[in-house]
Each structure stands twice: as structure tokens, then as C-alpha cells.
């Protein structure tokens, strides 16, 4: 592993580290002047961490949403773990709340200075989907954030790309702009790189405007509890690795479980990720000093935890055993139902685990050493509360028990036997199989779909006496949101929301084909919130 240009992190007992996450943390706070800093994303796993430490310097924010009323209760939901409450911050008339989103406008109420802009928001889908994102959001979210920039006269915007902006490099990645790659690992890559342009392009119009871009490796939850509010990067390793686990149980007859399951990837290589909290805490520093403005950080790992440590911390979390590596592809039809059952559910970050970049870090650890900050090692026991960390769920004041219970039966005995012949996804996948939904929260809550060569021939609100071939478990408003077309279900099984039964590898096929016929025929529910 290169050790080249890092900095030793200094060590600190686990709880100490812990208390002073946004409590001192060892920065000194050096923006004193009355303007707001506008903030976009701060719902984002990033941004609310972001927005909880610049209330706790005192620092005025202006945080970009879609909608104030119920995003202000979210954003409380966030921050309340770390002590910080977004709705006393609004009270004291440290915080603002802008309606608008990237895609259209944001308002700029009378009154309000602004000079700085953090943009955070965007999409991380890696893959580029039928509504043109990453793309859309990020690209053309990024141009107009950057006009309404100009309209109002803020001439700082610092912004957050990745440290795979590059796409595949064989040598060390530098603080500076990166030249465009034929080989982009995919599309939120190429989306981030054109990001980056844009906003020097921006710079490169007027003298008195500055960019900084910050691009951070792979986050991941907090170092001292693991807590985390998205699922992605390293947590799909995870969640293909428990789907696995969930047929392993199935067969086990003994209480030592065993996952024969072959990782790709070397177990010496690593995988560069950082705590979200060492990031946010590197975002504040940066924007909060004009010292710091202007040029390119890596908000890498100076030391990342190689493979074989992530491997044991999945294992001891899911306290199963039997993972191994293996640096050379297997043959299709060699694998194991388990090794195909990752492989599915991996698809998207395969590129990550078998090559993980060098990077310079020379212009981070010189704010690391200004502020006080320390990006922590990673050891077993902080590895293993990674991987064993279950994210939060939010459910929306409106949805009641009720009308999440009489929502969920028209979807079923309605709108699904009225839609499915219309479906051109259904023709074409021509399935066949008996799956029962169950959604948890609401009475009487489960429902069997009978498929025959793609046409539903019958739905049975059951208990568990009927057999089926695979089935569901989700939350009532979790499920109502994925026939809505606006929770991608893949992501919800992602980040824990759905749990799978019977045979996986066809119920994981089945969810890619529920996401489109989802969006072809988006199930307008009176308890989910509407369309953005």
C-alpha cells in the first residue's frame, strides 16, 4: 500500500473523539461578518453534518430546499443527534430556509447578504437513468446554480465533486484540475468533471470570483458511532454480502454461519473512504477561512483501510465467516448462488474494488495541520460498527396508519390488475412467479401477485398461509413512495428497507423491473408527497 505524501493521524481515545465532533473540534472560527452562507444539499449525508458544525461556529446559513414546512422537520430529524436544531437556529434568526431547487429558481428574500455559496446537492446515481441524471441534476443543476450566482453578486462558490472526478488513474491524483478521461468508470463521474469545469469556467469571467472545489473519497457514516443517512459506495459491498447472508440462513444447520462467498478484489488493496464527520469538519474549515478559498482539496484518507480490514468488519457485524478474495474474474457459470447474488447487487462500484487510486493530499493536510483536524484510523472495532450500522427512516407527519393501510389496497386491487396488461415491461419480461408484498405499519398489510408470462392473473390479500416463490417486507410509506417512481427500489433494499425472501437472485432481477414499470406508471398516491 503507497504511503506516500500522507500525514500520520494523531490518536485520541475513541470516546474523546467522539465528544468533540462538533464541539470544539479544534478549529478556530474565522468568519465573523453578518452575510449568510448559502448551503445546497443540506438534507444530504454531507450537509447536514455541514449545517449542524457551521451553526455550532455561528455561522448564518441560508439553506437551499424544495420545501421549507417539511423540510425544516426533516433537517431537525437530522440534526438533533448532533446537537444542533435546525427550527431554534430559524427562531434566532441564524438560519434561512430558501425555497427553490437546481432545476428551476431559488428565491432571494429582501434583506438577505450572501457571498458564499456550498454546493453539496446533486444525484450520486452512478448509472445514467430515463430522466438524464446524474446528468441533469448535477450538470445543468450546477449552470443554473452558477447564473442565479451571478444574478445576486456571489462571487465564492465552493464545490463538492469527488476524488474520482478523473475517472481511472494509474498515477497520484493532484490537487488541481484534472484533463477530461475517455475512460470515465461511469456516468456521475463524467458528470462531477464537467461540474468542475463549469465552475472554473465561472471564475475565469469576472476577477473577483473564486472556486473551490473539494473532493472527498468514498464517505461513509460517522467514525465513532457509524451512523449514516445514505447508502452508497462501500454500502453496497455490504448489502450484497447480507443478501447472501439472507439465503445463507435459509440453509444453515448449525449456528456457525458460513457465506462461501468470493470478493473481487486484492485483500492488500484499499478502499479509500472517510468518515463523514472528518469531511464536513474539512467543508467548514475551508469555507469559513478566506485562507483556505480558491484551488482543489482532496478530503482523502491519508491512510485507507485496506480490503481484507473491511472483510473482517463485515464479517464480525454479520457475525457469518467464509469470505474470501479472489483478483481474478470467475467464470460465469462457475460462481455460487451466493457469488451471483453479489455480483448483481455490486454491479455499479465493481470498478472501485479492484483499483483504488493514490492521491495527493498536500493543500488538505496543510488545513488539517491550521485547524486542528484529524482524519481517524480505521481499526477493527471502528470498521465493524461501519458495516453493522442500520440507517434512520423518516415518515412525514400526513402518513397516518390509515390512509397508508386504504392507499395501499387500491395500489393492489386496483391500480396494479388496471395497469399491468398496459405495461410494455411486463410483456417483455414475460414473468412468471407468485409474490407476496408484505408492507409493514398497517393492518392486514400483505398482498400476493400471481404472474403468468407477464400477465397478473390474480391479487390475494393473505396472511401467511399461501406459498410464494420470492416475497417483499417494506414499510407501508417506504413502498407507497417506490410506486410512486420516486424511491428507486434497488436503493431502498440498499439502505436497509427492504428485506428479501425466498428465492433472491429472481427477487432482485424483479426489482429492476418494478423500478420501470414504476416509471411508466407512477402510482399518484394521496400519501405520498407529490412529484418534485
Same mark, same amino acid.
Request: hydrophobic share 40%.
Given at each position: 500500500?503507497?504511503?506516500?505524501?500522507?500525514?500520520?493521524?494523531?490518536?485520541?481515545?475513541?470516546?474523546?473523539?467522539?465528544?468533540?465532533?462538533?464541539?470544539?473540534?479544534?478549529?478556530?472560527?474565522?468568519?465573523?461578518?453578518?452575510?449568510?452562507?448559502?448551503?445546497?444539499?443540506?438534507?444530504?449525508?454531507?450537509?447536514?453534518?455541514?449545517?449542524?458544525?457551521?451553526?455550532?461556529?455561528?455561522?448564518?446559513?441560508?439553506?437551499?430546499?424544495?420545501?421549507?414546512?417539511?423540510?425544516?422537520?426533516?433537517?431537525?430529524?437530522?440534526?438533533?443527534?448532533?446537537?444542533?436544531?435546525?427550527?431554534?437556529?430559524?427562531?434566532?434568526?441564524?438560519?434561512?430556509?430558501?425555497?427553490?431547487?437546481?432545476?428551476?429558481?431559488?428565491?432571494?428574500?429582501?434583506?438577505?447578504?450572501?457571498?458564499?455559496?456550498?454546493?453539496?446537492?446533486?444525484?450520486?446515481?452512478?448509472?445514467?437513468?430515463?430522466?438524464?441524471?446524474?446528468?441533469?441534476?448535477?450538470?445543468?443543476?450546477?449552470?443554473?446554480?452558477?447564473?442565479?450566482?451571478?444574478?445576486?453578486?456571489?462571487?465564492?462558490?465552493?464545490?463538492?465533486?469527488?476524488?474520482?472526478?478523473?475517472?481511472?488513474?494509474?498515477?497520484?491524483?493532484?490537487?488541481?484540475?484534472?484533463?477530461?478521461?475517455?475512460?470515465?468508470?461511469?456516468?456521475?463521474?463524467?458528470?462531477?468533471?464537467?461540474?468542475?469545469?463549469?465552475?472554473?469556467?465561472?471564475?475565469?469571467?469576472?476577477?473577483?470570483?473564486?472556486?473551490?472545489?473539494?473532493?472527498?473519497?468514498?464517505?461513509?457514516?460517522?467514525?465513532?458511532?457509524?451512523?449514516?443517512?445514505?447508502?452508497?459506495?462501500?454500502?453496497?459491498?455490504?448489502?450484497?454480502?447480507?443478501?447472501?447472508?439472507?439465503?445463507?440462513?435459509?440453509?444453515?444447520?448449525?449456528?456457525?454461519?458460513?457465506?462461501?462467498?468470493?470478493?473481487?478484489?486484492?485483500?492488500?488493496?484499499?478502499?479509500?473512504?472517510?468518515?463523514?464527520?472528518?469531511?464536513?469538519?474539512?467543508?467548514?474549515?475551508?469555507?469559513?477561512?478566506?485562507?483556505?478559498?480558491?484551488?482543489?482539496?482532496?478530503?482523502?484518507?491519508?491512510?485507507?483501510?485496506?480490503?481484507?480490514?473491511?472483510?473482517?468488519?463485515?464479517?464480525?457485524?454479520?457475525?457469518?465467516?467464509?469470505?474470501?478474495?479472489?483478483?481474478?474474474?470467475?467464470?460465469?457459470?462457475?460462481?455460487?448462488?451466493?457469488?451471483?447474488?453479489?455480483?448483481?447487487?455490486?454491479?455499479?462500484?465493481?470498478?472501485?474494488?479492484?483499483?483504488?487510486?493514490?492521491?495527493?493530499?498536500?493543500?488538505?493536510?496543510?488545513?488539517?495541520?491550521?485547524?486542528?483536524?484529524?482524519?481517524?484510523?480505521?481499526?477493527?472495532?471502528?470498521?465493524?460498527?461501519?458495516?453493522?450500522?442500520?440507517?434512520?427512516?423518516?415518515?412525514?407527519?400526513?402518513?397516518?396508519?390509515?390512509?397508508?393501510?386504504?392507499?395501499?389496497?387500491?395500489?393492489?386491487?386496483?391500480?396494479?390488475?388496471?395497469?399491468?396488461?398496459?405495461?410494455?415491461?411486463?410483456?417483455?419480461?414475460?414473468?412468471?412467479?407468485?409474490?407476496?408484498?408484505?408492507?409493514?405499519?398497517?393492518?392486514?398489510?400483505?398482498?400476493?401477485?400471481?404472474?403468468? &408470462? !407477464? +400477465? %397478473?392473473?390474480?391479487?390475494?390479500?393473505?396472511?401467511? $398461509?399461501?406459498? =410464494?416463490?420470492? /416475497?417483499?417486507?417494506?414499510? @407501508?410509506?417506504?413502498?407507497?413512495?417506490?410506486? &410512486? !417512481? +420516486? %424511491?428507486?427500489?434497488?436503493?431502498?433494499?440498499?439502505? $436497509?428497507?427492504? =428485506?428479501?425472501? /425466498?428465492?433472491?437472485?429472481? @427477487?432482485?432481477?424483479?426489482?429492476?423491473?418494478?423500478?420501470?414499470?414504476?416509471?411508466?406508471?407512477?402510482?399518484?398516491?394521496?400519501?405520498?408527497?407529490?412529484?418534485?
Amino acid at each position: 500500500m503507497d504511503r506516500s505524501n500522507t500525514h500520520a493521524p494523531r490518536h485520541e481515545p475513541e470516546s474523546e473523539f467522539a465528544h468533540r465532533r462538533f464541539n470544539g473540534y479544534g478549529m478556530s472560527d474565522r468568519r465573523t461578518d453578518r452575510s449568510h452562507l448559502v448551503v445546497t444539499g443540506a438534507t444530504g449525508l454531507i450537509g447536514h453534518y455541514l449545517l449542524a458544525r457551521l451553526l455550532a461556529q455561528g455561522v448564518r446559513c441560508a439553506a437551499v430546499v424544495r420545501d421549507p414546512d417539511a423540510d425544516v422537520v426533516r433537517l431537525d430529524a437530522l440534526c438533533r443527534p448532533l446537537d444542533a436544531c435546525a427550527s431554534h437556529a430559524i427562531a434566532r434568526e441564524q438560519l434561512v430556509l430558501l425555497r427553490g431547487d437546481l432545476l428551476n429558481d431559488i428565491e432571494r428574500p429582501i434583506g438577505l447578504s450572501a457571498s458564499d455559496i456550498v454546493h453539496l446537492a446533486g444525484c450520486t446515481r452512478f448509472q445514467l437513468d430515463s430522466n438524464g441524471d446524474p446528468s441533469r441534476t448535477n450538470v445543468q443543476g450546477t449552470q443554473r446554480l452558477l447564473e442565479w450566482a451571478s444574478r445576486h453578486d456571489i462571487t465564492r462558490v465552493h464545490l463538492a465533486s469527488t476524488a474520482y472526478s478523473g475517472g481511472p488513474s494509474s498515477g497520484s491524483v493532484p490537487e488541481a484540475p484534472l484533463p477530461w478521461s475517455a475512460e470515465f468508470n461511469n456516468d456521475y463521474e463524467r458528470s462531477k468533471w464537467t461540474c468542475e469545469r463549469l465552475c472554473h469556467e465561472w471564475a475565469l469571467q469576472d476577477r473577483s470570483r473564486r472556486v473551490t472545489v473539494l473532493r472527498p473519497s468514498i464517505v461513509v457514516g460517522e467514525w465513532a458511532t457509524g451512523r449514516t443517512s445514505a447508502f452508497s459506495g462501500l454500502y453496497l459491498a455490504i448489502r450484497a454480502v447480507q443478501a447472501a447472508v439472507s439465503l445463507a440462513n435459509r440453509q444453515a444447520s448449525s449456528t456457525s454461519l458460513q457465506v462461501p462467498l468470493r470478493l473481487p478484489g486484492k485483500s492488500l488493496g484499499v478502499q479509500n473512504v472517510v468518515p463523514v464527520d472528518y469531511v464536513a469538519n474539512m467543508i467548514a474549515a475551508i469555507v469559513s477561512s478566506e485562507a483556505h478559498h480558491g484551488g482543489y482539496y482532496n478530503l482523502v484518507h491519508p491512510a485507507p483501510p485496506e480490503n481484507d480490514l473491511i472483510r473482517m468488519g463485515i464479517q464480525a457485524a454479520l457475525r457469518i465467516d467464509g469470505l474470501t478474495f479472489s483478483s481474478a474474474p470467475t467464470h460465469r457459470d462457475r460462481r455460487s448462488k451466493f457469488e451471483r447474488i453479489f455480483d448483481r447487487v455490486i454491479e455499479p462500484i465493481r470498478p472501485y474494488l479492484f483499483h483504488s487510486p493514490r492521491f495527493s493530499r498536500d493543500r488538505a493536510a496543510a488545513v488539517e495541520f491550521a485547524e486542528g483536524i484529524q482524519c481517524p484510523t480505521y481499526d477493527l472495532s471502528a470498521m465493524t460498527r461501519l458495516c453493522a450500522y442500520a440507517g434512520p427512516s423518516f415518515t412525514a407527519p400526513h402518513e397516518t396508519p390509515s390512509l397508508l393501510s386504504a392507499e395501499s389496497a387500491k395500489y393492489f386491487e386496483h391500480f396494479l390488475p388496471d395497469q399491468v396488461p398496459k405495461s410494455s415491461v411486463a410483456r417483455l419480461i414475460g414473468l412468471t412467479a407468485d409474490v407476496r408484498f408484505t408492507l409493514t405499519g398497517i393492518p392486514d398489510g400483505a398482498w400476493l401477485c400471481r404472474f403468468k &408470462a !407477464g +400477465q %397478473l392473473t390474480s391479487v390475494l390479500q393473505t396472511k401467511n $398461509g399461501e406459498k =410464494e416463490d420470492f /416475497g417483499y417486507c417494506v414499510g @407501508a410509506s417506504t413502498f407507497l413512495k417506490i410506486v &410512486a !417512481g +420516486q %424511491l428507486d427500489p434497488q436503493q431502498a433494499f440498499l439502505a $436497509g428497507q427492504i =428485506e428479501v425472501s /425466498g428465492n433472491i437472485e429472481q @427477487a432482485l432481477k424483479m426489482a429492476m423491473v418494478l423500478h420501470q414499470f414504476n416509471t411508466e406508471f407512477p402510482f399518484r398516491s394521496a400519501a405520498a408527497p407529490p412529484p418534485l
